[in-house]
């Protein structure tokens, strides 16, 4: 079965930075695009980094500049730089992939959520 598990999450002071890491693990036979979602309380997911699998980057305006998302072609992970934190920042981030396993199918997987909190 494929899992993707999401790591770094924590509290961190306005102006802080924090990395996040999630990896993908499993029968996977090819990792599509990889995502960084987030969903602070009473607001929706929304979009905050993507990479495809040629390494194209997008990103959403309002982290612009301050995240960096990135990924490890060999390890099948992805990771979300993020400096100069604010307190809007804070929400669950969630990791989601488009992964292929033994079946050759493509299916969507999300990880757990790892709370970021930015706060003094």
């Known amino acids: 079965q494929v899992q993707l598990v999401e790591s770094g999450g924590g509290l961190v002071q306005p102006g802080g930075s924090l990395r996040l890491s999630c990896a993908a693990s499993?029968?996977?036979?090819?990792?599509?695009?990889m995502n960084w979602y987030r969903q602070a309380p009473g607001k929706q997911r929304e979009l905050v980094a993507d990479?495809?699998?040629?390494?194209?980057?997008e990103y959403a305006d309002s982290v612009k500049g301050r995240f960096t998302i990135s990924r490890d072609f060999d390890k099948n992970t992805i990771s979300l730089q993020m400096k100069n934190l604010k307190p809007e920042d804070t929400a669950v981030y969630y990791c989601?992939?488009?992964?292929?396993?033994?079946?050759?199918?493509?299916?969507?997987?999300w990880g757990q959520g790892t709370q970021v909190t930015v706060s003094s």
């Open positions: 989601k992939a488009l992964i292929s396993g033994t079946s050759r199918i493509y299916y969507t997987y």
């Open positions: 499993g029968s996977i036979f090819s990792v599509a695009s």
């Open positions: 990479i495809s699998t040629e390494g194209i980057t």
